[in-house]
């Protein structure tokens, strides 16, 4: 079955230092893929996306890429802040086996989240 | 943000009590969806709903039943509370998109803390 993989934390980073959070992933079919961050408190939020191979998501200075010839979906920023501190989890969304979509037919699996911590 | 709310937002409770949660929705979005969240496992999906009356079973559904009698209401609920099911419950809802790829982004409310002593 599908599955995602991502790097266990917590991570530690100073202030305007390089950030990388690795995430592999498992399908059967053709996935979109997910980045998510929680801050303290708060439910996930969607910090971005990719639909397809070779997509690249972007938001916030965080950036992603589809990377289907090595199932991977890695999430970096060039200069984290502390207000980037959060836990992150990457999804991945597929048609579920044998089923339509009138009938609830995504599954979302997550990864167990990595806990980011920057200091000043 | 997407109107996503739940209650109550903290409960303790003691084992072998019924306990129901509610997620309400302002987006009329059609998928519903309820997660636990425990260290160490991300979230899980307990069930799921893909219209009114519609609902359908998640990864870890044992003890836990759910409803949806309105677009914009899905129910949770622990039938008879054990310690296990102490956990955070996150309720979240969707639309699937078309354009960019077909694609399924959720948007999650607070979360409701829950404690089963």
């Known amino acids: 079955g599908n599955s995602v993989t991502q790097m266990e934390g917590p991570v530690t980073l100073s202030e305007e230092a390089f950030l990388t959070i690795n995430c592999t992933y498992t399908a059967t079919g053709y996935p979109s893929l997910f980045w998510y961050v929680q801050y303290p408190g708060e439910g996930l939020q969607l910090l971005l996306k990719?639909?397809?191979?070779?997509d690249k998501g972007s938001n916030k200075g965080f950036e992603a890429t589809y990377r289907k010839e090595t199932t991977s979906f890695h999430l970096e920023k060039g200069s984290v802040q502390v207000s980037d501190s959060a836990v992150y989890f990457c999804a991945l969304s597929d048609l579920r086996k044998g089923m339509e979509l009138s009938t609830g037919g995504f599954k979302t699996i997550f990864g167990a989240g990595t806990r980011l911590f920057v200091k000043a | 943000d997407a109107g996503i709310t739940q209650s109550p937002r903290h409960k303790v409770t003691e084992t072998g009590t019924p306990v129901t949660l509610r997620c309400h929705q302002t987006?009329?979005?059609?998928?519903m969806y309820w997660y636990r969240q425990d260290p160490g496992h991300g979230l899980r999906l307990i069930h799921y709903s893909y219209g009114v009356k519609d609902t359908d079973k998640g990864e870890v559904s044992d003890g836990y039943s759910v409803s949806r009698s309105k677009t914009e209401d899905f129910l949770l609920t622990l039938e008879s509370a054990t310690s296990s099911q102490t956990s955070v419950y996150f309720c979240a809802i969707s639309e699937s998109k078309s354009g960019q790829g077909l694609f399924n982004e959720q948007f999650f409310g607070p979360g409701t803390r829950l404690t089963v002593l």
């Open positions: 987006e009329n979005h059609r998928y």
């Open positions: 990719a639909t397809k191979a070779d």
